[in-house]
């Protein structure tokens, strides 16, 4: 589902317009309508007053603009807005702009939602699983996650969840902000597309003093058993395989944890030895891509 409706695309440098068709003609084929005008002109004051009347608050709308000042005001009005940047104007401040783009005849669609989501703090969607999907957690999931953590055999290998709600909602929306912004990916939630309803969390994330990226899961006790989590960690290398380009991912269990240990085996990993951190031993379970059961 795309949440982006329309991408306004205002250029003070119109030479450049037609880098922007292929856009045109791929963001239409996703349903999603773009506009573009040279900045000074009638349409481009319409959309500013539009904008004065209305707010920024339009659903689905995305800014692009060359206009540093453009931007920048749109930005501080919190507007979803993608700076774009050529050789006329590479040297100018963009300010608080997060997003831009150098090439916009390469920028396809699903770039765009992403740019649109981030900027309106909406969860991207990651993959989709025959019964599963997983998409990045928001403030709401916090609910979910004590009703997931409140079994004691969720905690027995792994940390919990803050005392207090607040904190954990605190520390989701920080993790947000910093990793999933930061690195594209992160631990994300798990939840069946039957239902939509919450099941658990997997992903990855780096460890200190470690290299490789760590593969992390955990699913809820009423959904154990039922092959969830290998098919949803089966997905989640096929994805660090092909579109995070890992080499190599790693997963850090206990060793009396055996169904961990056997899910592991089963995906392909094997373990390269113990290790041990904060006085608790680990089997370090090793996959490299092209490896049995990676792709």
């Not at 300010?95 to 916009?104: F, H, I, L, S, T």
């Not at 997931?148 to 993790?175: C, H, V």
């Not at 994330?205 to 058993?225: A, C, D, K």
Request: aromatic share 12%.
């Amino acid at each position: 589902m795309y949440y982006l409706q329309k991408v306004n695309v205002i250029l003070e440098h119109m030479e450049y317009k037609m880098f922007f068709l292929p856009m045109r003609d791929e963001l239409y084929s996703h349903g999603v309508k773009m506009e573009l005008c040279g900045l000074g002109t009638a349409e481009a004051r319409k959309m500013a007053k539009n904008l004065e009347i209305n707010g920024d608050q339009r659903s689905g709308l995305l800014w692009m603009t060359d206009n540093s000042a453009l931007a920048r005001c749109l930005a501080e009005r919190q507007c979803p807005v993608l700076a774009f940047l050529h050789e006329d104007n590479d040297e100018l401040d963009f300010g608080e702009v997060r997003y831009a783009c150098e090439k916009p005849e390469e920028v396809e669609s699903v770039y765009l939602e992403g740019v649109y989501r981030r900027c309106m703090r909406l969860p991207l969607d990651i993959l989709a699983t025959e019964r599963l999907f997983l998409r990045e957690t928001t403030e709401e999931d916090v609910d979910e996650f004590y009703r997931i953590y409140d079994d004691p055999s969720i905690t027995q290998y792994m940390e919990g969840l803050y005392p207090d709600k607040q904190e954990e909602r605190a520390y989701i929306r920080e993790y947000i902000e910093k990793i999933y912004n930061f690195y594209d990916f992160g631990v994300w939630t798990v939840g069946k597309r039957d239902t939509g309803e919450v099941i658990g969390r997997a992903g990855f994330s780096y460890r200190e003093g470690f290299e490789e990226p760590e593969l992390g899961f955990v699913i809820g006790v009423p959904w154990q058993r039922q092959g969830y989590a290998y098919e949803i960690c089966s997905a989640i290398l096929k994805y660090g395989w092909e579109q995070l380009e890992f080499t190599k991912v790693r997963a850090m269990v206990q060793p009396d944890n055996e169904p961990s240990l056997q899910l592991c085996r089963k995906l392909g990993m094997e373990c390269q030895g113990k290790v041990t951190e904060k006085g608790i031993e680990y089997n370090c379970m090793m996959l490299h891509r092209g490896e049995h059961g990676s792709e």
